[in-house]
Nanobody, 121 residues
Framework: QVQLVESGGGLVQPGGSLRLSCAAS????????MGWYRQAPGKEREFVAAISWSGGFTNTADSVKGRFTISRDNAKKLVYLQMDSLKPEDTAVYYCAQYSGRYTYSQTEYWGQGTQVTVSS
């Protein structure tokens, strides 16, 4: 059974930064792509960023490109989302996801419980 636990959310002013972390259990982490999604109030969950099993390939949503960076540490079974130049429209619950395969074109399989990010002055 895979468990994903997000941390690092909170309240930040516009223009500020946060780094989200996702700690994963399970033996397949090192051969699975990982991703971050978010859901704002009244909106559907949307893709933010994803990274392949080795970290060699990343995908980022246009809305956060140039501001958010996904990375991973396979030795520690951690995935990060560095968020810079935050905007009020980035306010959402952020979810970590594990994919069913090595690359991000595979299906999402497991989800974390989410961590709240609020961008407000």
């Amino acid at each position: 059974q895979v468990q994903l636990v997000e941390s690092g959310g909170g309240l930040v002013q516009p223009g500020g930064s946060l780094r989200l972390s996702c700690a994963a259990s399970g033996s397949d982490f090192n051969v699975r792509a990982m991703g971050w999604y978010r859901q704002a109030p009244g909106k559907e969950r949307e893709f933010v960023a994803a990274i392949s099993w080795s970290g060699g390939f990343t995908n980022t949503a246009d809305s956060v490109k140039g501001r958010f960076t996904i990375s991973r540490d396979n030795a520690k079974k951690l995935v990060y989302l560095q968020m810079d130049s935050l905007k009020p429209e980035d306010t959402a619950v952020y979810y970590c996801a594990q994919y069913s395969g090595r690359y991000t074109y595979s299906q999402t399989e497991y989800w974390g419980q989410g961590t709240q990010v609020t961008v407000s002055s």
